[in-house]
């Protein structure tokens, strides 16, 4: 586990979460928590996760991996700690071979609740983070939207589960979230809008809130590694959008940081230090979450 990195906290932040704010995870469900087993350091393993997450009780979570699928993970966790439910999903980088209808119906057949676009993989992630490759992207040279992902939009729809867009960038998304909507898909998550790599302006938020998608605000944005974006932007684009249209989540498990039940319990506290009260906090951390994988 590799040490503490104050260059990976928040700009003026106490990365930890106090006693107070911690009460207010009973019940909270995170969709967006990394462990180990992974490629790269983790806080914690899946074990270390799913027992911290029951004891400051929470719910449950959703379990990410960037390359592959949680899935056989969150059966074994929900056997080895009842008290809180853990779902998993797969994400369609290119270890399961991008977007991968046969990957996407293995996952649902095994009991997936969330399907993610590409993230590390993408175009628009190569592209930011000035990486090797041309990277995946949903839409075709002539801007329509590939074969493949009309039919893995198909598989999701049958299959009622949660569609995430990953690190697409706001012309894919805009495009994906019209033609899952179209295509029947009822659970959509517009990723983690903040995050630098995507910096979704507010009103094409709105655009896809009043869609029907559930707009993802994530405590990572605040970080450095994320894009060390201010609390208040945050709080003024959950504003804009309404906490009827939002969840909140950490997309913590970096060695640098809180533990992801820590980080969700930080970020209730910012969201009450920022006027917002414990009827909002409740839709956006445990009513919005808890539906879309339910």
Same mark, same amino acid.
């Given at each position: 586990?590799?040490?503490?990195?104050?260059?990976?906290?928040?700009?003026?932040?106490?990365?930890?979460?106090?006693?107070?704010?911690?009460?207010?995870?009973?019940?909270?469900?995170?969709?967006?928590?990394? !462990? %180990?087993?992974?490629?790269?350091?983790?806080?914690?393993? #899946?074990?270390?996760? /799913?027992? *911290?997450? &029951?004891? @400051?009780?929470?719910?449950?979570?959703?379990?990410?991996?960037?390359?592959?699928?949680?899935?056989?993970?969150?059966?074994?966790?929900?056997?080895?700690?009842?008290?809180?439910?853990?779902?998993?999903?797969?994400?369609?980088?290119?270890?399961?071979?991008?977007?991968?209808?046969?990957?996407?119906?293995?996952?649902?057949?095994?009991?997936?609740?969330?399907?993610?676009?590409?993230?590390?993989?993408?175009?628009?992630?190569?592209?930011?983070?000035?990486?090797?490759?041309?990277?995946?992207?949903?839409?075709?040279?002539?801007?329509?939207?590939?074969?493949?992902?009309?039919?893995?939009?198909?598989?999701?729809? !049958? %299959?009622?589960?949660?569609?995430?867009?990953?690190?697409? #960038?706001?012309?894919? /998304?805009? *495009?994906? &979230?019209? @033609?899952?909507?179209?295509?029947?898909?009822?659970?959509?998550?517009?990723?983690?809008?903040?995050?630098?790599?995507?910096?979704?302006?507010?009103?094409?938020?709105?655009?896809?809130?009043?869609?029907?998608?559930?707009?993802?605000?994530?405590?990572?944005?605040?970080?450095?590694?994320?894009?060390?974006?201010?609390?208040?932007?945050?709080?003024?684009?959950?504003?804009?959008?309404?906490?009827?249209?939002?969840?909140?989540?950490?997309?913590?498990?970096?060695?640098?940081?809180?533990?992801?039940?820590?980080?969700?319990?930080?970020?209730?506290?910012?969201?009450?230090?920022?006027?917002?009260?414990?009827?909002?906090? %409740?839709?956006?951390?445990?009513?919005?979450?808890?539906?879309?994988?339910?």
């Amino acid at each position: 586990m590799s040490k503490k990195s104050s260059s990976l906290r928040p700009r003026g932040e106490d990365a930890s979460a106090t006693a107070t704010s911690r009460c207010w995870l009973n019940g909270t469900f995170d969709l967006h928590v990394h !462990a %180990a087993p992974d490629v790269v350091p983790r806080k914690l393993d #899946d074990l270390e996760l /799913v027992h *911290a997450a &029951a004891s @400051a009780g929470m719910h449950g979570f959703l379990l990410k991996s960037h390359h592959g699928s949680t899935v056989e993970r969150a059966y074994l966790l929900n056997r080895i700690e009842p008290r809180t439910v853990v779902a998993g999903g797969v994400t369609l980088n290119e270890p399961v071979g991008g977007l991968n209808p046969a990957a996407v119906e293995t996952a649902i057949r095994l009991g997936a609740r969330c399907i993610w676009m590409p993230t590390q993989s993408a175009a628009n992630h190569k592209r930011h983070k000035n990486k090797a490759g041309v990277g995946l992207s949903v839409l075709t040279e002539e801007g329509q939207l590939a074969p493949a992902v009309r039919e893995i939009l198909d598989l999701i729809a !049958a %299959a009622d589960v949660l569609l995430a867009t990953g690190h697409l #960038d706001t012309t894919e /998304v805009r *495009a994906l &979230a019209r @033609a899952a909507r179209r295509a029947g898909l009822s659970r959509i998550l517009i990723s983690h809008v903040e995050l630098d790599e995507i910096s979704m302006p507010l009103d094409v938020q709105l655009e896809l809130a009043r869609l029907g998608c559930y707009i993802e605000h994530s405590l990572i944005a605040m970080y450095r590694v994320g894009g060390s974006v201010p609390f208040a932007t945050i709080a003024d684009n959950i504003r804009g959008v309404g906490p009827d249209s939002c969840v909140i989540t950490t997309d913590f498990g970096q060695p640098e940081q809180p533990d992801p039940p820590a980080g969700l319990a930080r970020f209730i506290e910012k969201l009450a230090e920022h006027g917002f009260g414990p009827d909002a906090i %409740a839709k956006m951390a445990r009513t919005n979450p808890r539906q879309l994988v339910s």
